[in-house]
């Protein structure tokens, strides 16, 4: 048991650039596809990985010390850095509960199929580390495994349920067909965008706003091509950052190619994971016909969209100004920054691309995650001095990803109550946003199913 545990351990630590490409390979040749063209998918994968990390990086490189200097320029006081998903990650990884968590979660999408209560079946091992954070801190919170695992499970029986509601948005704007989204930050937060757009559909003029990357090109020609808004952003930050002329230029330019690069590396993932999910999708409705499956992928796919970068880069400064008005906050945005749009992906496609409305769902996604970050401070500093992550004394840790999901904090104060106002406020508008995507969501269906009819009767 214990080799199989430190196989297991070191096949995660490999990371998402190797360990996806090894699980697609492995899963397209189970589904029957040639040995070059399964091998084909899971490289096409991998080169998309690893030009994600890139591009990230060099946002990571560059927008994060200039996000420092906003916060220094405009007096803003935090003494806790958002060391991001990609400081999160490992020590999630090395938790008690996270070997577990693959199994576990792979045994619940494994019965809620059989259950018929999703139809999503998730290939996106990696990702499972967002169930296993949330098992993790429960664990610790608790001081009980099996509360652990308890979170673990219904922190991934949630996910694969939002991949479900979610899954005509992504076909419909994203155009990826047969594929859903259950994933552990763009899941938590696609909620809040619905009744944000039933709100605003309601609001005289209001309505008819909508800014969007082909109507900006549109309206200002070469000045709204995607390249120049991105440069335009680049150079604002900069200007807030109060750089140099140099400075400015440059992470304007810097800014123009990450809108540029990151829709042509997103297409090397796609390259590679949708052959698999049609074959994928081509297996099951043979063996269960009459029936509709979903492939659970990770949402870096929606990161190509125009409109995602473009928020992605907005968010930056408004993360920055939000993280300043939050009552109480001690924590600086830094590590998480440059993967914004993970946060509001999803909001973007319920928005249709209207960066209006993104930027309202948005406001109040950054708000939420920030207030509940700080709540977590305790809980996710205990999960790194217990991965061996923090040897100095005094010293504290949070994020936005993970560490301000949710999910993560209604489960714990469910187990483990602290704060009876923060669970009853944020659980109930959280519960509210749920609700109302449930009732939006059989809305989308009996439209699809209406324009099929229609489609067939034509």
Known sequence: METLLSFVQYFVDLGAAVMLPIVIFIVAKCLGQPFGKALKSGISIGIGFIGIGLVIGLMLNNLAPAAKAMSANFGISMNIIDIGWPGSSPMTWASSIALVAIPVAIAVNILMLVLKLTRVVNIDIWNIWHFAFTGAIVNIATGS????????????????????????????????????????????????????????????????????????????????????????????????????????????????????LMPQVVKHIMAGLLPVSETAKAVLQKKFKNSTFYIGLDCALLLGDPAVVAASLLFIPVTIFIAAIVPGN????????????????????????????????????????????????????????????????????????????????????????????????????????????????????AEQVQEGNVALNK
């Open 330 to 445: 001690q924590i600086l945005p830094f590590g998480d920054l440059p993967t914004i749009g993970f946060f509001i992906a999803m909001a973007v496609g319920v928005h249709g691309g209207n960066l209006f409305r993104t930027l309202i769902t948005g406001s109040i996604v950054m708000f939420m995650t920030i207030w509940i970050s700080n709540q977590m401070i305790g809980l996710h500093t205990a999960l790194a001095v217990n991965a061996g992550q923090i040897t100095t004394a005094g010293a504290q840790i949070a994020s936005l990803d993970q560490g301000g999901s949710p999910i993560t904090y209604i489960l714990t104060q469910i187990m483990h109550t602290t704060n009876v106002t923060g669970l009853a406020i944020i659980g109930a508008c959280y519960i509210f946003c749920v609700i109302c995507t449930y009732f939006w969501h059989k809305k989308q269906v």
């Open 145 to 260: 495994y099996t509360l652990g695992i308890l979170g673990v499970a219904l922190h991934a029986a949630y996910a694969y349920k939002i991949g479900d509601w979610f899954a005509p948005v992504t076909e419909k704007y994203f155009g990826l067909e047969g594929i859903a989204m259950p994933h552990g930050t763009t899941g938590w937060f696609a909620p809040i965008s619905v009744p944000v757009n039933w709100i605003l559909d309601r609001i005289p003029v209001i309505k008819d706003i909508d800014f969007n990357p082909e109507q900006l090109e549109k309206r200002f020609g070469t000045l709204g091509d995607p390249a120049i808004v991105g440069g335009i952003m680049g150079v604002i930050i900069g200007i807030l950052a109060d750089y140099n002329i140099r400075g400015i230029l440059t992470l304007g330019i810097q800014m123009a190619a990450v809108i540029i």
